[in-house]
């Protein structure tokens, strides 16, 4: 009895439970639901939004209606949406679902493409008298990368160099993290392998870069988006294609050794060693380096005590071991009783890379090389120096320590020597000269400014004292008085306007207006 009394009890459970749910008419009334994956939604404005929605209870076709619109920030509405059920699309492995209360899985489908900006979407489920209306935010984004990253992937693809490395990059659509990295593709191949797929985010790192090897000619880049449920494929960055470059060497003149050597009356040979040039790779299978091509500009620009010196033999360079030397001569002028040639002999160095693979040549690296030239003059020295009183003997000599110690970076210990030879000799205007050079490489800018404003009281057309008071005003941040003393060595060496151009204690000024105009 008891367990008849249990069949009685189950069944009737199952029968009139379901039943208190219909009208008398035999019609539902269950509550309409729409279940949304997420309330925040994002589509770039180059393709149609599709989201997925399931609605429930599903009763068929013809009772459950569904409705939805997109109204901008005002509310008005700019466009429809329809729906599409997942288990009627061609290829679907979703399953129909008979009408009697279970769920059903949608397309949502807004029927245009929206201009970037805010916007709502709503959604209406209607069912037997019963309503439900979902509301979710829509953000349209521009279609395309930040302007930052846009930029940055630019630049780096126009230095895409035969290398044994890989291409890497990383890409930030304009929607930032809002869309899943997951739904973009990085196309990025050469000419070598132009069917190789496509990487399923949205950077590209050692693991499945590519190899730029000297055999490839080209690097294609392009970046899409990928609608999650159509598949629908659209280009954040579109197809760019480059030629692969060789790189160029790169000159080091840091560790440089010049040295300055009389060899006949009024002539002088500069020889810089140990000019490093750094050779690139050529992307070979072997991992070797592209061969080097250096040459000397032949001309020399002479400035300082030297300006007006002339050259009396070209530059020629030669390659030493892994190192470079350039020499050339050249003869001089000076004024009667000058002790030392000071001043600056500049040349130009460039190097190119040929690749060994397909012959490509880079394009050449560039540098000036400034070698300070301060060298006594032994021969008018050896004419003078005993016409020389004790006491300017004595300060030469400590010129000469002030000048070694100078030359090697000892700063306050070359200023000492210089003060030395200055109570001695007080119109000494290389020591008040050099003096002010210490100062001003330590940083004490007042004193650098007053043993220049010394040197050129006693030697009012040193114009080099002008220019290195001008380069102090400079990195004083003294526009005006930078500019008056620049103005000063010009007028008398028309050099100066290409060193300064150069010359990092002005790089403060290098776009300033007046400064472009006076050395133009």
Same mark, same amino acid.
């Given at each position: ?212 090897? $000297? ?141 060994? $693979? ?46 070694? $110690? ?31 050079? $210490? ?82």
């Amino acid at each position: 009895m008891k367990i008849e009394k249990i069949l009685i009890t189950v069944i009737i459970s199952i029968v009139l439970i379901p039943l208190a749910s219909l009208s008398a008419k035999g019609e539902c009334k269950c509550k309409p639901e729409i279940i949304l994956e997420s309330s925040d939604l994002n589509v770039f404005d180059k393709a149609n939004l599709v989201f997925p929605i399931t609605i429930t209870p599903f009763q068929g076709k013809k009772i459950n209606i569904l409705d939805g619109k997109v109204t901008d920030e005002s509310g008005a509405p700019v466009a429809k949406v329809t729906f599409q059920a997942e288990d009627e699309i061609a290829g679907s492995t979703t399953t129909m679902v008979a009408g009697g209360g279970g769920k059903r899985q949608y397309r949502a489908i807004v029927d245009k493409e929206l201009p970037p900006g805010k916007y709502k979407v709503e959604l209406t489920h209607r069912l037997s008298g019963n309503t439900k209306t979902e509301i979710a935010d829509l953000r349209v984004w521009k279609t395309g990368l930040t302007e930052s990253s846009e930029r940055k992937i630019n630049n780096d693809l126009d230095y895409v160099y035969y290398a044994n490395m890989f291409l890497q990059l990383t890409a930030e659509p304009s929607s930032g993290n809002k869309i899943p990295s997951r739904q973009f593709r990085i196309y990025l191949n050469t000419d070598l392998e132009s069917q190789r797929p496509p990487v399923e985010r949205l950077s590209v790192a050692s693991d499945n870069a590519i190899r730029l090897s $000297c055999k490839a000619r080209t690097a294609t880049l392009k970046i899409t988006w990928v609608q999650p449920l159509t598949g629908y494929e659209i280009d954040i960055f579109p197809s760019k294609t480059i030629e692969i470059r060789q790189q160029y060497p790169r000159i080091n003149p840091a560790d440089q050794s010049p040295n300055v050597t009389p060899i006949a009356a009024n002539k002088m040979r500069v020889t810089v060693r140990n000019i490093k040039i750094a050779p690139a790779s050529d992307g070979s299978e072997q991992s070797s380096f592209a061969e080097i091509k250096a040459s000397v500009g032949a001309k020399v620009s002479f400035l300082g005590g030297i300006t007006g010196s002339v050259l009396a033999k070209e530059p020629t360079i030669e390659k030493e071991g892994d190192n470079y030397t350039v020499s050339f001569d050249f003869t001089y002028h000076v004024a009667p009783g000058t002790d030392i040639l000071h001043g600056i002999a500049s040349f130009s160095l460039q190097a190119q890379s040929i690749n060994n $693979c397909n012959g490509k040549t880079s394009r050449p690296d560039e540098k000036t090389i400034n070698v300070n030239i301060n060298k006594e003059l032994y021969n008018e020295l050896s004419r003078i120096y005993f016409k020389k009183s004790l006491k300017e003997r004595i300060a030469l000599e400590y010129y000469r320590e002030g000048f070694y $110690c100078s030359d090697s970076g000892k700063y306050k210990q070359a200023i000492k020597y210089y003060n030395e030879a200055i109570d001695l000799k007080p119109d000494y205007h290389e020591a008040w000269y050099m003096k002010g050079f $210490c100062y001003k490489i330590i940083t004490d800018y007042d004193e650098a400014i007053s043993c220049f404003e010394n040197s050129l009281k006693i030697r009012p057309n040193y114009h080099f004292s002008w220019y290195q008071m001008s380069s102090v005003y400079s990195l004083m941040k003294n526009k005006q008085d930078m500019l008056k003393f620049l103005r000063s060595a010009i007028e008398v060496d028309k050099n100066f306007k290409e060193k300064v151009k150069k010359d990092t204690d002005f790089k403060a000024y290098w776009e300033d207006m007046d400064f472009k105009k006076l050395v133009e």
